[in-house]
């Protein structure tokens, strides 16, 4: 970005400003850039996640390990369909951002710049966020906070690296597999948020022009079901299964997940064939789902299953009860010094 206070913020040359600002970093590795796109990130679409995919599914194999350089606004978005598209992946991919532009004298671009490449030289083959000094599974992440620097947090995976005086990294997935891509998504979902008078005549309206609904519930997975108070969301449920429309419930809570049988209101949704989201992030649940619709448009059992299953670990078998440490306080199976 270029520009800056009090001016707005627009996209600027990044590989002049790179090897002006970065010069280190082409000490770390022998560095290939390549410009993919270059747009502010409030513009990520699902089309530009398939073609960044497919364009990363054909270099992949020829580098020991890609940083992908994104606007911290929708990287979490970026991360968890990366990770869900790119399944195996040979090497490293990392994505990091900052939250000041690298021009800016106090940008925390340059050191986040300097940590990504570093993990995608040692940390493990899978899709990251590095940012802070912290590598993130890509599909765990939040962005917490706009205005500091450590923006993104992990609240139910613990992370996958520290980069301090010295870098520590833990191996990540094990691989199942060959490396494929899976590209096709479904983009005609709706992400629901609960709040006490949301009238669920809203979304019913919606209905008819989605394929698959994401709500995000209050705690363990509770919403309105009282008939009485006039905002039951039990005739969406209904409507939603009558029309085949998949639902699929996360918390609004950052830390542990959804259990629907814990209360009445989500045993009733699952009477109704509503889907636990377990501890997905809302946005690693939502990209599942649109590649769930585009891989099983057909078969509501095999969507459910693919849901509710980990494919890049983006979800905890399980309802999770135990709190992850701290961040910096874990213990690491791989380290190397920090050059």
């Not at 790119?86 to 990392?94: A, K, S, W």
């Amino acid at each position: 970005m270029a520009g800056g206070r009090p001016s707005a913020l627009r996209p600027a040359a990044f590989f002049k400003t790179l090897k002006a600002r970065v010069p280190e970093l082409f000490q770390l590795a022998d560095i290939e850039l390549q410009l993919f796109s270059n747009l502010d990130s409030s513009e990520m679409q699902p089309e530009l996640w398939q073609r960044m995919a497919t364009h990363l599914h054909q270099q992949l194999p020829h580098f020991d390990g890609a940083v992908v350089t994104h606007g911290t606004d929708t990287l979490a978005y970026t991360a968890s369909a990366l990770s869900l598209m790119l399944r195996n992946p040979p090497c490293p991919v990392v994505l990091t951002g900052s939250q000041r532009p690298l021009g800016e004298v106090r940008s925390d671009a340059r050191l986040n710049l300097i940590d990504a490449v570093l993990s995608a030289l040692e940390g493990p083959r899978e899709v990251t966020i590095c940012f802070d000094s912290h590598l993130y599974r890509g599909n765990r992440a939040r962005k917490v906070k706009v205005a500091e620097y450590d923006a993104f947090d992990s609240p139910n995976c613990p992370v996958l690296g520290t980069l301090g005086v010295d870098a520590t990294f833990e191996p990540g997935l094990r691989a199942k597999g060959p490396f494929r891509l899976f590209e096709k998504l479904d983009p005609r979902v709706l992400l629901l948020k609960v709040y006490p008078g949301l009238d669920p005549a809203l979304p019913l309206q919606l209905l008819p022009h989605v394929r698959g609904l994401i709500l995000e519930a209050y705690g363990a997975g509770n919403f309105p079901i009282d008939p009485e108070l006039g905002r039951s969301f039990m005739p969406l449920f209904t409507q939603a299964r009558e029309r085949g429309v998949p639902v699929v419930v996360v918390s609004q809570a950052h830390r542990n997940g959804v259990d629907l049988s814990l209360y009445e209101s989500g045993a009733a949704a699952l009477a109704q064939g509503v889907m636990g989201g377990a501890d997905m992030t809302p946005s690693a649940a939502l990209v599942k789902l649109m590649q769930g619709l585009a891989y099983h448009p057909r078969s509501p059992e095999a969507l459910a299953r693919f849901i509710q299953t980990p494919v890049a670990g983006e979800l905890t078998v399980g309802r999770p009860t135990v709190e992850p440490p701290a961040r910096g306080k874990r213990g690491s199976t791989r380290r190397t010094k920090a050059e």
